[in-house]
């Protein structure tokens, strides 16, 4: 699973919490913090602390792996092409 958010990470945390048949409180109180913390990382709020955020990952089990995403050949950047485009068409206008 590719995360690109803090929803994402979020929902990621939370459907493994439900794996586990742990409550909100239940991961609080393993990862030390407050349920309401809990609840605002499972919501996807960015601000949140990222140490705290590896003490949940952690106490859930899970861990983040990084990984240089290739860009896809299918990836069109439209400024580049509309670039391109518009020199093209001042070279076929001499």
């Given at each position: 699973m590719q995360i690109r958010t803090p929803k994402e990470l979020g929902a990621l945390v939370r459907s493994r919490r439900k794996e586990l048949g742990w409550s909100q409180q239940r991961l609080a109180d393993e990862s030390g913090v407050k349920r309401l913390w809990i609840v605002h990382f499972e919501a996807g709020k960015p601000t949140v602390q990222?140490?705290?955020?590896?003490?949940?990952?952690?106490?859930?089990?899970?861990?983040?792996?990084?990984?240089v995403q290739e860009k896809d050949p299918q990836d069109v950047d439209l400024s580049v092409l509309l670039g391109e485009q518009k020199e093209g068409s001042l070279k076929?206008?001499?």
């Open positions: 990222l140490g705290l955020v590896f003490r949940a990952l952690r106490a859930v089990g899970l861990t983040l792996d990084g990984k076929s206008d001499d």
